[in-house]
């Protein structure tokens, strides 16, 4: 009876994995019930089971019947995959616990480096995985240090963890990329085995572990590590101790008396995920329709905004109310989260009349005396340094090894492994370079290493989607939306980045394709952040802030963990003028993502204009922390230096920001005027020259060397300013006219077009 039982037994577990090789999940988890009523005190039952439920979707169903043996670390793959349901269910060190009881079940597996085929498989995660998984459990925790150290350790087993160098990237942490795929004998004969090598592994007997390569030993932070028995905790003792470690992806540090929170518990948040669909009746949920289309007449914004565009990189829009001349000045945040976009922006790009963009044409003025729309921010537009970087292809280099790797003339063996491994080792070389860059905010180089794969890579909605968000960093949208536009071609199924496709079509004020996309994104997937996003940042263009709230609070119902969800809520209520709770909802986005720099702009923003000038400083400042190279978030901090009367602060801030973006009419344009309020008037004359040739048409220019000539006693040149600025924006009319009367008098007031 027990051989009969066994034979059932043995039977049924090939049967379950047929059916999980097939995707056949229904099946798998029938016949694993049926296996585990055969052996119900089977820890490969009990795993195959709880598996079965993780792969149909039932997470609590796999975290209870994987705690029994996993939980204690009895068996492998139970604690496998009930930490993977404490991971989804936010019970992050129950699953920490589970997997350090089993670690001596598989501290010692390294199954990628075996030789695989068809008819051999491994059913049992290995230390890399592990590992991986293990550095997502210590993030979700909100402990980096132990996150970095877990997925180093996973890297140095198995450098082609893509989940585990993306974790990586994600704390911030100076990533060498070249150390992480060195090539070693070890790793060109793994990757370059030959077929016949792959076949001559029977499935009944895997191969024993083979011992970890050589060079995997390597430190992706800093270089080879002689002294490997430390681990990483070494690793990290070094990335503290060098000047260069966090570097610029810092996590920033909240000084005691500030109001922001650190965090809170996230243990919660399972209460808050929806599992079966919209609670509220389906018609409520609609995104709006689009408008129809309609001529429209280009208005332009004044340089000072009424107030800051809250930014938008997990992002959308907010629009503020006209202010009047005597309400402060703001500014505003250009790629960050959606901000209120111009109705002329700058950096929009002329077409031939075959519809092709043409060279970038010069920042088109905003009249001085519009209504204040959040569009200021766009005023930052950064463009590349050259046009090279989108269109450039294959190196000569490239293309010959991979002809090498094709050519069957090829003598030895030796050599076509080399090839391959070069090859291959080269290609995740190349995507990880551009995916480190991108988010470290090093925009530029994130396109030239995108651009640098091969046409076959470069063309894949993974990689169009990153050059998108590139471009979107830097402020370029119609670029950005060329990009997204293709992916959603390729892949229209695909919601991964489509929140960030959103915020583009919101700035680009292009509201028939973005009621499209909210459309296209629900029909995908209904259960998705990002599908939300998009149908709130669609109600949001058309100005309906209560429907868009909903959608982003639906959003972050849906996924906890979605910062960029609490962030458009904090925008949405500012518009509504609500900012108790705008910072309440950017500190659950700080809490969510500490490195999501738009939080911190948004909490930046609310102190501003709540008049606390020295919390908007810091939290401005762990912005810029987090991304250095976006010169609003410079200007920010300098404006708010202005505010608090230290004008030879601001002036480092504008010449940092002019320097970090020499096309910024902004950041010229604060720097004139500090300067001017500085008396140093012939350098801010040759500031505000160099400003009117990158913008002639805006009114705002003309207006301050007006007031400049004035001050230098060159009325001609004063009047003939004043003039250029009425004619370009008729609107400020009685402003302009009241400083060209008082023109003769020794004090005028000092203010710009409102």
């Not at 801030?653 to 004139?672: D, G, I, N, T, W």
């Amino acid at each position: 009876m027990a051989l009969s039982t066994g034979h059932v037994a043995s039977q049924l577990r090939h049967l379950i994995y047929y059916n999980l090789d097939n995707n056949l999940i229904r099946n798998a988890l029938f016949l694993a019930g049926r296996l585990h009523a055969f052996e119900p005190r089977s820890y490969e039952a009990q795993y195959l089971l709880s598996l079965c439920h993780l792969h149909n979707g039932e997470v609590k169903a796999a975290l209870d019947c994987s705690h029994g043996s996993g939980s204690r670390g009895l068996h492998a793959g139970c604690a496998y995959v009930f930490a993977q349901a404490c991971l989804d269910l936010g019970k992050n060190l129950d699953g920490i616990t589970a997997l350090e009881r089993s670690k001596s079940l598989w501290a010692s597996k390294n199954h990628w480096s075996k030789v695989f085929c068809e008819t051999s498989r491994q059913h049992l995660p290995d230390a890399a995985a592990v590992h991986c998984l293990l550095g997502k459990l210590w993030k979700a925790h909100k402990d980096v240090e132990k996150a970095v150290d877990c997925y180093v350790e996973s890297l140095k087993l198995n450098p082609f963890m893509w989940d585990a160098f993306l974790g990586l990237c994600s704390t911030g942490v100076n990533i060498r990329v070249p150390n992480i795929y060195q090539l070693s004998p070890e790793l060109l004969s793994i990757i370059s085995a030959s077929p016949d090598d792959l076949n001559a592994v029977p499935s009944q007997h895997p191969q024993p572990d083979r011992p970890y390569p050589s060079h995997h030993s390597v430190d992706p932070f800093t270089g080879p590590t002689v002294d490997t028995t430390n681990g990483s905790s070494a690793l990290w003792e070094r990335l503290k101790g060098t000047s260069s470690g966090m570097n610029s992806g810092a996590a920033p540090v909240i000084h005691e008396g500030m109001e922001t929170p650190s965090g809170q518990s996230s243990s919660g948040s399972e209460d808050f995920r929806i599992a079966n669909g919209v609670t509220e009746p389906d018609s409520v949920w609609e995104p709006p329709l689009a408008p129809a289309r309609r001529n429209r007449t280009v208005q332009s914004v004044s340089l000072d905004q009424s107030g800051y565009a809250p930014p938008k990189m997990k992002s959308a829009g907010i629009r503020t109310r006209p202010r009047t001349r005597t309400e402060p000045e703001e500014t505003s945040l250009a790629p960050l989260d959606r901000e209120m976009p111009p109705a002329s922006r700058f950096g929009d790009r002329k077409r031939t009349v075959s519809g092709q963009v043409a060279h970038p044409a010069p920042p088109q003025p905003m009249e001085p005396g519009a209504p204040q729309r959040r569009s200021v921010r766009l005023f930052n537009q950064i463009k590349p340094t050259t046009s090279k970087l989108a269109t450039s292809s294959l190196t000569g280099r490239d293309g010959r090894e991979v002809k090498k790797v094709r050519n069957p003339a090829t003598k030895g063996r030796s050599t076509t492994t080399s090839t391959v491994g070069r090859v291959v080792s080269g290609l995740f070389a190349k995507l990880a370079s551009g995916y480190s860059a991108l988010r470290r905010y090093r925009s530029l180089e994130a396109i030239q290493h995108f651009n640098s794969l091969s046409q076959g890579q470069r063309e894949t909605p993974e990689v169009l989607a990153q050059l998108g968000r590139a471009y979107f960093e830097q402020a370029l949208y119609d670029e950005s939306a060329k990009y997204f536009a293709r992916v959603q071609v390729m892949a229209p199924s695909r919601v991964e980045d489509m929140e960030i496709y959103s915020t583009v079509l919101w700035h680009l004020k292009n509201d028939v394709e973005l009621a499209y996309l909210a459309h296209q994104l629900l029909e995908a997937d209904r259960l998705s952040p990002q599908a939300w996003c998009a149908v709130g940042n669609s109600f949001s263009h058309q100005r309906d802030h209560d429907q868009a709230l909903k959608c982003f609070k639906r959003a972050v119902m849906l996924d906890p963990g979605f910062a960029y969800g609490f962030t458009l809520q904090g925008h949405e209520y500012v518009v509504n003028e609500e900012y108790d709770k705008a910072l309440d909802a950017y500190r659950q986005g700080v809490n969510a993502e500490n490195r999501h720099y738009n939080a911190w702009y948004g909490l930046g923003t609310v102190y501003d204009k709540m008049g606390k000038l020295e919390f908007a400083e810091q939290h401005f400042r762990n912005a810029a922390t987090i991304n250095p190279n976006n010169a609003v978030l410079i200007c920010c901090m300098g404006l708010v230096s202005e505010r608090m009367n230290n004008p030879r602060n601001a002036l480092l801030h504008y010449e940092r920001a002019c320097s970090v973006a020499p096309q910024s009419v902004l950041a010229r344009f604060r720097k004139a005027r500090v300067l001017m309020k500085l008396q140093e008037f012939n350098v801010a004359l040759a500031e505000l020259k160099c400003l009117k040739d990158i913008a002639p048409d805006e009114a705002n220019v003309h207006y301050l060397l007006g007031k400049l000539y004035k001050t230098l006693h060159d009325k001609g040149n004063a009047i003939k300013h004043f003039t250029t600025a009425l004619n370009l924006d008729p609107k400020a009319a009685q402003f302009i006219k009241d400083a060209m009367e008082c023109l003769d008098d020794d004090d005028m007031e000092d203010a710009d077009i409102a």
